[in-house]
């Protein structure tokens, strides 16, 4: 069951200085009451690391306990994802694009003056984690390949049934022929047995 | 002294000369008696015949190195030309070509060391001519062999790179796939140059330039293993683009794929089709027996049920019957 645990959008700065965070949004549901105090604590020092670490322009992944983080720095926005080891490296960096695309409509370069941590919640990002759980969501290659499986599964189950009919008609084919032989039969010996009998 | 080569046609009989020349000179010396004067003279010719067999020495080491040169060059040589599509000894000719290289390079500053010597005793001991144009004439010699073997080499580099080339070809021709390799490191090369820094990149051609050409395949990879700071993040980049191309690359066959069976489907369908006409063809025959089957029928059916002729028939029968009974019986 793949996962997303965490994503977070932050101002990566030249370095020295340590990323700010501008959103985030995660899903502690699976942590008991008292642990998600020291888990957001863990998120938040881990996605500052990685993404003071990821050079603009590029993109990264890191295994750390049992998550992949990937982080995608672009032109100084960073863009982090806290998932499980079995989501799809590819749909990760297509969904960290979509959240950059979104945030820099929503918000455009206002990032650029922020110089504390952004408290306020971004709700396009809470909505995104619970919609991109499932990774073909996020993915468009994904769902179409999905989709298109599906359609070949469809495809292969009408050849049989096709083939079924071309059996059945085979079938039907033999026995009118041979009706229309009887009846051919039954139209002869009828007019004989008419021609046979003006004596008596 | 050694002979130079087996191919030389100069056998060094100097020392031979300067052995006599030196006996001849001390019963010279002798017959004019033992001074100190005397035995100044002796000292040049002693240290000139030092310098002598310094330069012989060294000589003759640099001819038997020409010579052992040749030997491996001849060897690299045979090993250019048996190269095949598949056994390819690269690993073998790689080592003989840097080791061939290194030893025309030394030899080239021993022979420069050796006319420079030659120069400077000459210039400063005034020995006879005959030393100054034997010295000259060796040295120019051993300069005349070695220009040879390095051509020589060049000549087996160029014929290694054109049988790579032929091979590259042949190997183009039989599979799409293979040729993916070799042209993969120049791929991978062009992200590498547009992404890392400037250093590397420049770093990287150069040394490629310098050395030999025929490395030229191999080089690359070395030098991406060797570029370890970008070599971290740049794969991930490579890896995401790849692993894009390969998705689209599987949509597009499972499409592929798919307008497959459609026209297979098409095509059972069509069949079918035809089938099925001639199953109605087969039905609307039998349907036009059955009918006039029936029509037969019912004609019989008429003509049985309203035939005159009987009765009238019947009638004669009886009244014949009756007649021969009366006749018969009255």
Sequence with gaps: MVKITALYVMKCSPEGSDPIILANASDLSSFGFFQRGSVREFLVFVSRTVSKRTPPGQRQSVQHAEYKVHSYNRNGVCALGFMDDHYPVRSAFSLLNQVLDEYQKNFGDSWKTVQADNAEQWPYLDEALTRFQDPAEADKLLKVQRELDETK??????????????????SLVEKSSDLSAASQMFYKQAKRTNQCCTVL | MHAKSGNASIRDRTQEFLGIAERVKKSYCS????????????????????????????????????????????????????????????????????????????????????????????????????????????????????????????????????????????????????????????????????????STSAASPLPWANGSQVDGESQPLLQQQQNQQQQQVVPIQDSYMQSRAEALQNVESTIHELSSIFNQLATLVSQQGEIAIRIDENMEDTVANVEGAQGALLKYLNSISSNRWLMIKIFFVLVFFLMIFLFFVA
Excluded at chain 2, 165 to 173: A, G, M, P, S
Aim: net charge positive; aromatic share 4%; charged share 25%.
């Design chain 1, 153 to 170: 599964i469809i495809i292969h189950k009408t050849i049989d049934s096709v083939l079924e009919r071309g059996v059945k008609l085979d």
């Design chain 2, 31 to 198: 017959q004019n008696g033992p001074s100190s004067s005397g035995s100044k003279p002796e000292e040049p010719p002693r240290s000139a015949m030092a310098m002598q067999s310094e330069f012989n020495r060294r000589a003759s080491k640099i001819g038997f190195g020409i010579h052992q040169t040749s030997q491996k060059l001849a060897k690299l040589a045979k090993l250019a030309k048996r190269t095949s599509v598949f056994d390819d000894p690269t690993v073998e000719i790689q080592e003989l070509t840097t080791v061939i290289k290194q030893d025309i390079t030394a030899l080239n500053s021993a022979v420069v060391d050796l006319q420079f010597l030659s120069n400077s005793r000459n210039e400063r001991e005034h020995i006879s001519t005959d030393t100054t144009t034997h010295s000259t004439t060796v040295v120019d010699d051993l300069k005349n062999r070695l220009m040879s073997a390095t051509k020589e080499f060049k000549d087996v580099l160029t014929l290694r790179t054109e049988n790579l080339k032929v091979h590259e070809n042949r190997r183009q021709l039989f599979s799409s796939s293979v040729s993916k390799n070799p042209t993969n490191p120049f791929i991978r090369q062009r992200p590498l140059a547009s992404k890392s820094a400037a």
